[in-house]
């Protein structure tokens, strides 16, 4: 064979996950799943391709720029950039079949096309889950336990859900008159973060065309140490802020009853992210550890989900976790361990001729729940025994003439080195308790 | 809003998985996950965008015509149509890392352009397994380990894994003096399942160039009955085909010695699907009670799985389970249940005012492991035990002020009608003992 070779390469901005990182991603799927489920949240899967008309629906000029779209035959296709949009399509679709109340969860990859940088792929997994068709406070309480109980899931114990409502914004623009001019207050209100207050201040005055004085008025509210009471006084006679303000301390009532502790729920009526899209409660989320990956859950509640392909008005509240970017924080906290093999327990193969015992053995481990791999080949042990530690193997299972003669095991700890026959029968006690 | 509406649809050929199929997919995942897991097997992923070059190299004209393949950029791109070709270049470009033997699986969908025919569809899950970078026989008898116990773990009984070895066909091909027409022989004898024992030495004197008793000895292989010790007769001298027939008395004796059931593994010469890609081991997968549907799960042994893409060289055998295929078959034989919700618990809300008394009492059941809903809205009680009714829930929990002065929750049992009012302290050990 001296053909040329293709040189074996992915995508710009698309990479391939090996066994250390793929294990962790499926644990988390995993984590993830049964949170989801313990809430009573389904499952739902949609095509990656779909009428690139569907998702340009809904899109900026943005997410039509970063899709992925082509011709298939005479259609005009894409791939999903986001499953929000399938979401919506998905529910006008088949709402009488599925019917509401509708809780649903979706882990899947998305795809798009903007420059790729550093910790940012074309390719990537998210995590959504949704409540439709309900108006309940219920269900924004419920969201936040959700992203409480899945953090901890995850092994988090560190991390603060941040909380705001956009009726209290919608409250204060229009105590001072400004509610139509929302869109451009919030522009400026989220450049806090980058420029100082007066410069947000000017920005107000100049594009919005408030006075200094409602500007500032309006950057109270970014004042991390607002309490609800202190809003309730701002907007006094105010029914929809009172509305926000009733909905939050229904939320903290309610998180404090059901034994969230306390430093893991916050107020912070400055997150303005996502409010030109959001109505009610909005989530966002930080690991105490890694403040600087921004939020790794957010979400909020929404009017009415897929108003482009049903006149049926529905109602939602969410969140999205970031799937990849909650594994590079935890890569950066040094969470994820060396481990390359989701076996701990290596069968080494001493004689080919007993590899009908090897295998037997793997399998009556196996039967009590020990993951067991079983190496192909007689090689030299050494050979064998480098294998297992270059993959994090935690125990060597040996047996020669010897062993098989006595009717035992040789058990290798792998870490410590120490080596101990065990009879057969105490096998699966033996490798348990080496384990735990 | 009086804009016009888009239509909400689907892609030709694709479709949506709702919460009743995609709990089932989930699970077949999750046990498939587990069975590979506890054989050592990995996991991976890989983009399902990949360079066109990469993706064709190995393709038939048939593979090229049916990639959805695209321009992005000044790149050609096309989504995977399968999980060997990204198997095979993954291993070339990460084989310093990964090392060998190298044992992954990977449950990921592919896209295939064809017409879809009914049961077809152009996106569908695979879950592949691979031992990489071994000769040994004991990666062949491993792999129709992983099989049976996959089928057990997925809820079959009754069903055979069929097992030949390509080296039993190339040594009664070699002594005829036909290895080199061997792929016109296969095709020739691949067609035996449609037309009669005389049109397939028909074609094979005509297209082959075989002698009618030639044709005849290749045709023996075809009969169910034959075993190996007349192959052993057959075959006495040929070395090629006596190492095929060593390999597969391991296989059988192995499989004896470690308790498989016998009925459960046949040998079955005629397999000749795939015999111009494997080298060695060939299995396919049939359900005794629904044989009609093919092999659901099939593989065999190859000589050197990435020959574009390196000069290594790589043998290896696997399988590929067809989860859809699979799932196919539950929906006919009645394996799947009605139940659209992963919680058989939905918590009803009496009184709005105690939400957080149904949020906590939730909270306690998913501590012990029990999934429960809460119910979002305060409606009507009948309206809530509807939806519990539909949604194919278990149990509903109900308390109003009188429940709430006595400590206790009215426990509804959804199928028997029967409510009993239980101590809150009793409740986890009563939900136990009615979901068993």
Redesign the interface.
Known sequence: ?SHS???????QG??????QT??V??RLM?TA?GV????????????????A??LT?KGSEETDRQM?R???GD?D?A?RFDLTVPLA??T???LA???T?F??YHIA?V?R?ERPQRGRYR?FVQCDFD?IG?E?N??D??TM?VIH?LLVALGFERFTIRVNNRLILNGVLSQLGLLDQSVGVLRALDKLAKTSVDEVVAEMVKQVGATEAQARQVLELANPQITLDQLQTMLAGNETGQQGIRNLR?LF??AE???IPSERLALDVSIARGLDYYTGTIYETFLTDLPTIGSICSGGRYDNL??????ERLPGVGASLGLDRLLGAMEVLNLLGPV????PV?VT?FDAER???Y??I??TL?ASGI????????KKLGKQLQ?AD?KGFRLALIAGSDEFGKGVWQVKNLSSGEATLVAETDLVTAIQSQLV
Chains 1, 2 share one sequence.
């Open positions: 064979m070779l293709i040189t074996p390469r992915t995508l698309f990479r391939d996950h090996l066994p793929m294990l991603r499926e995993e799943r989801f489920r313990s809430y009573g949240f389904s499952p739902i899967d949609t095509p990656a391709l779909e009428y008309e569907i629906g992925f082509f011709k298939h259609r296709v791939m399509r998905f006008a679709q088949h079949v599925v019917g109340p809780k649903r990859p795809w096309g390719e409540t309900t309940s219920a269900a309480i419920e336990l109980d229904e009532r309610t009853l059901v034994g897929a108003g482009l392909y049903t006149r390359t093999t989701p076996a290596l193969q590899l009908g015992e295998m037997r793997a399998r196996r993951n067991v791999e079983v190496y192909p080949d007689a294998y270059r």
